[in-house]
């Protein structure tokens, strides 16, 4: 099993560009997420996928949407990248959310916008 | 205010000593607790779960005080490969929408030889 994978791992955009970035999970799991980890800040909380066909918003989702596209992918997409969107985003994957279920994390993608 | 609260550190001890950590929670409905584990560059990963009665696995302790809401996770016998940041994660429900894990900022830890 490969886990959680997240493509690309590195990207350079120009501010005003858009992208989505792309993860996936072949563990079966029920919950997705998207984080995004800045220094002095820890891990904040974008959007979120309880479970197939649904997406909530997390602390910070403004400049970003999400789309479930079934139960092992969960994508993040930026419309219009700006400055102070440079961060590593981090997808995560658990079997569901009312238990000690471990939360599974990908490699991360490290993103600097120009 | 945040969920949860650390110290951020950083903790720098030499090889063999002992080290602990607290962590505060503010929302009693907090119902699962863990330290997830986060090398640098790397992403977070489980450490340990925290049980109410408290938990031990090797040379790391864990405990828990809901009364407090308080979490403390121990480290004796401390080694080089110990150096990471660890978070205390909490997961809290909120009435019927399905909860979710609520992370703190994170402690740095360093251990030198």
């Known amino acids: 099993n490969a886990g959680v994978t997240q493509t690309p791992k590195f990207q350079v955009l120009k501010t005003g560009q858009s992208m989505t970035l792309q993860c996936a999970q072949d563990?079966?799991?029920?919950?997705m997420y998207w984080y995004r980890q800045d220094p002095g800040m820890g891990l904040r909380l974008i959007y979120y996928?309880?479970?197939?066909?649904?997406?909530d918003k997390g602390e910070v989702p403004n400049g970003y949407n999400v789309s479930r596209l079934n139960k092992r992918e969960f994508s993040l997409r930026l419309e219009s990248a700006a400055p102070s969107q440079t961060s590593v985003y981090f997808c995560?994957?658990?079997?569901?959310?009312?238990?000690?279920?471990?939360?599974?994390f990908g490699p991360g993608t490290r993103l600097t916008v120009l | 205010r945040k969920e949860v609260e650390q110290d951020p550190g950083p903790f720098n001890v030499p090889e063999g000593a002992t080290v602990a950590f607290n962590c505060t929670y503010s929302?009693?409905?907090?119902?699962?607790f863990f330290w997830y584990r986060q090398d640098c560059r790397k992403e977070p990963k489980l450490l340990m779960s925290?049980?109410?009665s408290g938990n031990e696995d090797g040379r790391f302790t864990a405990q828990l005080n809901r009364a407090s809401q308080y979490i403390s996770l121990l480290i004796r016998d401390s080694k080089l490969s110990d150096s990471a940041t660890y978070l205390c994660?909490?997961?809290?429900?909120?009435?019927?929408?399905?909860?979710?894990?609520?992370f703190g900022r994170g402690t740095q830890l360093t251990v030198w030889p």
């Open positions: 995560a994957s658990r079997e569901d959310s009312l238990s000690y279920n471990e939360q599974f």
């Open positions: 996928s309880a479970s197939e066909g649904t997406t």
């Open positions: 929302n009693s409905a907090s119902q699962s």
């Open positions: 994660v909490v997961n809290i429900n909120r009435g019927s929408t399905l909860g979710r894990l609520y």
């Open positions: 563990m079966n799991h029920n919950s």
């Open positions: 925290v049980y109410s």
